[in-house]
């Protein structure tokens, strides 16, 4: 009886984990915009699965920070304030900066070349395609972080990225060109095995970044 059970837990970890995969892709893509309301039975029906893994995954997604409880104990997507924004941003910029110098000589040759060439082809598109922007940037940040074999350092930058990303090329569409020639700008320094050059061409990607919500929000 003891096997059964086992597997039986095992099963249901892997079916909230997907139901949590799901959920958070949802979010990030504005599918679940912030502020909107979470009912677990109306998504147990649109992900076609029961409540208790949806019960669980919005538990967990809550925990990191993406949802909020209003009154009524109702769940909400968490609207990330512009000065929490910023406030990430720096911390980010600061964590990154520390990571890409210890992977700058740890990275392979033959991950860097993907990397430019997966952000190349998103430049070069006849057509901007915002999703495949976004997850060129994911690949790149997170390749970074995870070559300087630091598993703290990388959780946390994933951790802060997942409340950052729901403000992102849908609400700075203007950043599409220059965020692309920013990441090849860090790719160039990396190839090059430039420490330095590594550090301040991804400081100043973020400065960019930075300089680019606070004119959004002049223009409101």
Known sequence: ??????????GARQLSGRVYDQLLEMILNGSLEGGVLLYEQALARLLKTSRTPVRE????LEAEGLLTRQA?????????PVREFMEILRVRSVLETEAIGQACKRIPDAELLELRRTVESVLNADV??????????DTL?????????????????????????????KSLPQRFVPGCQEHLAIISALERRDE?????????????VRQSVLAKLGSI
Do not use: K, S, Y
């Open 141 to 169: 940040h997170c390749a970074i972080v995870d070559a300087c074999e630091n598993t703290v350092l990388a959780e946390l930058v994933r951790g802060l990225r997942r409340r950052t990303r729901v403000l992102n090329l």
């Open 196 to 208: 330095e050059g590594a550090r301040e061409t991804l400081a100043a990607h973020f400065e960019n």
């Open 72 to 80: 009524g104990r109702v769940l909400t997507v968490r609207e990330v």
């Open 57 to 60: 995954a919005l538990f967990r």
């Open 1 to 10: 009886m003891v096997p059964a059970l086992q597997t039986n837990d095992e």
């Open 128 to 137: 901007p395609d915002v999703e495949a922007q976004m997850r060129a940037d």
